[in-house]
């Protein structure tokens, strides 16, 4: 502190009259007609001096001094007759409390309307993104197929997808997409559609536990009701539920290399993953058909589709050709004279008992019974290899020839030797070839 700070010429007397105000009072408000708090203040006379020529006169302190007139106070400290003037009390009275703070100006007002009119709108605005944004949740994805905020929404939005041909929504809902979706696609939706549509799609219920839940639906696939059970996961528990498995399976190994296709699609596989849905079956190569009610379904997630009543088989062009191959090729072998004739018709020089066979002297030929089988010959498919054609067991034939037993030569006939056994054509080859078994 300087040693102005400390003398007593530069403090502001105060009257001996009035008592210092205690720590912690406030100062009675300045009126308007007083300079506002904080403008520069005219220094204090000197003992002994008297008013600077020019300069502003002294403001008194506030509550001290000469009182201003009446119409330099406010309206609401205008003084009354027979009453003090705002800040004088009565002659041994204590002070008045303080007057309240004046109220906020017209300005103030509108300003704090204004302000609040904005967090208003923004608390709007924000509500609305939050609404538009639970809205675009709800919808999910793929045109409103893909939310799963909750179980039974993630079924009903899977089943949905289904029904409407979607497949990229409903492969979304699934938690572990299949890598092969040759069957997966809206083509085939759509041809299942066609064939058994899903409808009346029903959510009864679900039960939670631990990041999971089962829920049941229940919907007409075609006009069957089919009433069935989903798994749907939550585990990172981000309010996200995705369908655990959710397809069903068709097992068409008995079908490979048959051209195979399913509602249109050409499959390869020996088995195939499928929507909930209606399939059928059918093959493409020219000598294969397919028999039985060709359409399976598939109701349940985790279920295959019974294919059992389904069989491929030869068309009738096909069976024909097969017993013309196989009679062309009887004949050739029964028309040779040597040892080796084919058709399993062979025969060894030397029988077991010794007699010598000449070669170029054997004759074949069919018994009546045997001619009978050759001609109507049974057909069927090998059930490991489906293009495979195999005839049933044809039978024994007549042997004779020259031969030599013993030193002396003669005719001879042979007892039981070779026989026509099982023929089998692979239907599917370009150069079908008849193969003895």
């Known amino acids: 502190m300087s040693d102005d700070e400390t003398r007593p010429e530069n403090q502001t007397p105060v ?3 009035e008592p210092p105000a205690a720590e912690g009072d406030q100062a009675a408000p300045a009126f308007p007609a007083y300079p506002p708090a904080g403008a520069p203040q005219a220094p204090a006379p000197q003992p002994g001096s008297g008013p600077t020529p020019g300069a502003a006169p002294t403001a008194p302190h506030p509550g001290y001094g000469p009182t201003p007139p009446a119409a330099a106070y406010p309206p609401q400290y205008a003084p009354q007759p027979g009453q003090p003037y705002p800040g004088q009390p009565y002659l041994g009275q204590p002070a008045p409390p303080q007057p309240p703070r004046r109220g906020l100006g017209v300005g103030a007002i509108i300003a704090i309307a204004a302000g609040g009119a904005v967090l208003l709108v923004v608390a709007v605005v924000v509500i609305v993104l939050l609404v538009a944004h639970s809205v675009s949740s709800s919808l999910g994805q793929g045109g409103g197929q893909g939310s799963q905020n909750s179980p039974s929404a993630a079924v009903t939005h899977y089943l949905n997808a289904i029904a409407d041909g979607d497949s990229a929504a409903a492969l979304a809902l699934l938690s572990s997409p299949p890598t092969d979706t040759t069957l997966l696609t809206d083509e085939v939706l759509a041809a299942s559609a066609a064939l058994a549509p899903i409808t009346q799609i029903e959510v009864s219920g679900e039960q939670q536990s631990s990041g999971s839940a089962d829920v049941t639906a229940s919907y007409l696939l075609g006009g069957t009701p089919v009433q069935t059970q989903f798994s749907v996961l939550d585990y990172d528990d981000d309010g996200s539920w995705q369908i655990s498995g959710g397809t069903g399976y ?12 399913v509602n249109g699609q050409a499959v390869t596989a020996s088995e195939a993953e499928v929507f909930p849905g209606a399939y059928q079956l059918a093959t ?5 058909m397919l028999t039985g009610d060709t359409t399976v379904v598939v109701t349940d997630p985790f279920t295959s589709a019974d294919t059992t009543g389904i069989e491929p088989g030869l068309t009738d062009a096909a069976t024909a050709q097969f017993r013309s191959l196989v009679k062309a090729a009887v004949d050739a072998c029964m028309a040779s004279t040597t040892l080796a004739a084919g058709c399993g018709l062979d ?8 007699t010598q066979l000449t070669e170029g002297t054997i004759t074949r030929t069919l018994p009546a019974d045997t001619a009978a089988t050759l001609d109507s010959l049974k057909v069927t498919l090998s059930y490991d290899n489906p293009t495979l054609a195999e005839g049933e067991y044809v039978g024994a034939i007549d042997v004779s020839a020259q031969c030599t037993q013993s030193g002396a030569t003669g005719t001879c006939s042979v007892l039981f030797g070779p026989s026509l ?12 070839t008849v193969v003895w078994g």
């Open 347 to 354: 025969l060894p020089p030397s029988l077991t008992d010794g």
């Open 250 to 261: 068709l097992e068409l190994t008995k079908f490979d290399g048959l051209g195979l296709e």
């Open 15 to 17: 009257p001996a009259s």
């Open 284 to 288: 493409t190569l020219p000598n294969f």
């Open 421 to 432: 056994g099982q023929p089998s054509i692979d239907m599917a080859s370009p150069n079908p």
